[in-house]
């Protein structure tokens, strides 16, 4: 499972931060990339995790997504992010990161409004982020993405580093309410998460019979591809909302695990509605999809194209964003495009 959250957090995380180093990622290869997504139907978990414990001296221990235990002495108050589920996680919990990685979630107004701008950002690249900036923000806990960030933890010392990897609705609940658990915001993140999980259980039950079908994919500086049904927490939550016909294993290609699927394979299925991230060349909010591929033969024979039903999105929140506060806003503008 690590090398599929890898390739999609290669392309997920802030690819605006280092896309100079996506040779291997699912946003680097030109024509084709992918990102993947689990299509559950049932709802998110709602039972707390088991993975957290107190200590009799008032530590706390929390295992992150590697199974590695994560001890604190006390409640983690200052939290510095490499990726962005984690600054997803904290406005969950009305808490400010005192370091995030640049181009992300973090900057939209729905997360931490005008004082984002005066939120320390994290130089080097996302890959390879300033180790000196990350001490410098001297935080109690860093949290950083599985498969790019665990090199980081020998070099951080006494400093904890928690390592997330999110594929699902049921991972990015756990993963709020483990956060919760080190910060001592317990009573906020199960709030947050029982919010999270009943609105999607509500959009879920009025889902229409038979369901629309749909589609997330990137284009632009990168490539173009499909978020695959095992990899991508966005297209989990859509493959519980709509029908998703896009599973990792009828991918055109595999490379570490990571589905590549061709405009081809798009107009095979031909969805009903498609969603699309449009990609600049540092990562960030790329032209309108008309722009992009308004010439391709291929792109103009999709019904969602003659239908006007395909919908460009914010390429930071629906790539990049993969926590419940994200996931929240997205199911939001999902239900607006197709209602």
């Known amino acids: 499972m690590q090398s599929s959250r890898w390739?999609?957090?290669?392309f997920s995380l802030t690819v605006a931060a280092s896309l100079s180093a996506c040779g291997s990622d699912g946003g680097s290869d030109s024509n084709s990339a992918s990102s993947s997504i689990p299509a559950s139907n049932a709802p998110p978990a709602s039972s707390a995790p088991t993975t957290e414990a107190a200590t009799n001296d008032g530590s706390i221990v929390v295992d992150d997504s590697t199974g590695t235990p994560i001890e604190l002495a006390g409640p983690a108050v200052r939290v510095a992010c490499l990726t962005e589920p984690?600054?997803?996680?904290?406005?969950?919990?009305?808490?400010?990161?005192?370091?995030?990685?640049?181009?992300?979630?973090?900057?939209?107004p729905e997360f931490f409004g005008d004082g984002a701008a005066d939120i320390p950002t994290i130089g080097g690249s996302?890959?390879?982020p300033s180790l000196e900036d990350v001490v410098a923000s001297t935080p109690d806990?860093?949290?950083g993405l599985e498969g790019v960030h665990e090199s980081v933890r020998e070099s951080l010392g006494d400093i904890p580093l928690y390592i997330v990897g999110l594929e699902t609705t049921d991972e990015a609940v756990e993963f709020l309410r483990n956060v919760g658990v080190l910060t001592g915001n317990g009573d906020a993140a199960e709030t947050a998460a029982a919010a999270f999980t009943t609105?999607?259980?509500?959009?879920?039950?009025?889902?229409?019979?038979?369901?629309?079908?749909?589609?997330?994919?990137?284009t632009g500086e990168y490539g173009f591809n499909i978020n695959g049904a095992?990899?991508?927490?966005?297209?989990?939550?859509?493959?519980?909302?709509a029908d998703y016909p896009f599973a990792d294993e009828d991918a055109a290609s595999q490379e570490g695990g990571f589905g590549t699927f061709s405009i081809e394979q798009l107009l095979e299925q031909n969805p009903g509605y498609i969603f699309v991230s449009t990609i600049a060349a540092d990562g960030g909010q790329g032209e309108s999809s008309a722009t992009v591929m308004g010439q391709d033969a291929v792109w103009s024979k999709l019904d969602a194209v003659a239908a006007g039903k395909v919908v460009d999105v914010r390429t930071p929140l629906w790539q990049y964003g993969r926590g419940t506060h994200s996931l929240g806003i997205i199911l939001d503008e999902?239900?607006?495009?197709?209602?």
């Open 7 to 10: 390739s999609f957090a290669l």
């Open 86 to 108: 984690c600054a997803d996680a904290l406005v969950e919990l009305g808490m400010v990161p005192v370091a995030i990685s640049p181009n992300g979630v973090g900057a939209l």
């Open 126 to 128: 996302f890959f390879e």
């Open 141 to 143: 806990l860093v949290i």
């Open 199 to 218: 609105k999607l259980a509500d959009a879920i039950a009025a889902k229409p019979d038979p369901a629309i079908s749909a589609a997330v994919v990137y």
């Open 230 to 241: 095992s990899t991508s927490v966005v297209a989990n939550m859509i493959g519980q909302l």
């Open 334 to 339: 999902f239900l607006a495009a197709v209602g």
